[in-house]
């Protein structure tokens, strides 16, 4: 079930999906579609980008976002079951000097291609949330009901239906010297749900997180 929960309930972004700015612009406009939605929180937002047939590729930047971000640096998650190749192995820094690359590539059989991403800010604590890999909106509202940080951690609350057992993926700079580096580490927390409704609330610090 990639776009709900075990009960059936929608997980879904904040608004529907429409088509990036530069697509009403025929001179500029990427070939195929690219479509952006957001979910939004008091903290942060995150936004679930959509490309169909983007044969000739697209530099996706900050000024595709809307809204547009509160944060320099996103970072870009592909979905693990959505799309057709080529995918990023692992996620990819986004700024407005290092855009993202949108490319789709036909495969035989296959009347579309198509991927989705996931971008979501790099926080000053070093830690950015990715959500499940495995749905099509990775980060829901209907899914995270709180996330909250601090210099040094992240916190995010998170609800489902009782019985029912999830991924949650996070990645985090790596210190090197007392200094962040350029390299992306991941952290795949699991968390089994025993309570509908009941709030889990995962905590990420330096290099590691636990559910608390």
């Known amino acids: 079930m990639v776009v709900c929960n075990k009960r059936g309930d929608l997980l879904h972004p904040s608004r529907a999906a429409t088509p990036i ?5 025929p001179a500029a406009a990427p070939s195929g579609q690219v479509w952006a939605t957001h979910s939004a929180w008091p903290t942060i937002t995150a936004w679930t980008v959509l490309a169909v047939d983007v044969d000739q590729g697209y530099n996706f930047t900050l000024d595709d976002l809307y809204p547009s971000s509160a944060f320099s640096t996103l970072v870009a998650y592909e979905s693990s079951i959505i799309g057709t190749e080529p995918r ?4 990819q820094l986004m700024t407005k000097q290092e855009p993202l690359l949108l490319r789709t590539a036909a495969q035989q059989g296959v009347e579309h291609s198509f991927r989705v991403v996931t971008l979501s800010p790099l926080l000053p604590c070093g830690w950015a949330f990715l959500g499940e890999a495995d749905k099509v909106v990775a ?23 009782a019985g029912e057992a999830t991924i949650f993926a996070f990645a985090y700079l790596a210190r090197a ?18 309570i509908s409704g009941a709030p889990i609330s995962i905590q990420c610090a330096d290099n590691a997180c636990k559910i608390l």
């Open 88 to 91: 990023p192995h692992a996620p």
């Open 177 to 194: 010297g007392g200094n962040f580096s350029a390299t992306l580490e991941v952290v795949s927390v699991p968390v089994s749900f025993i």
């Open 21 to 25: 700015d530069i697509m009403y612009s």
């Open 139 to 161: 980060l829901s509202p209907q899914r995270v009901s709180t996330i909250t940080m601090s210099p040094s951690q992240l916190t995010v609350s998170v609800v489902g239906v």
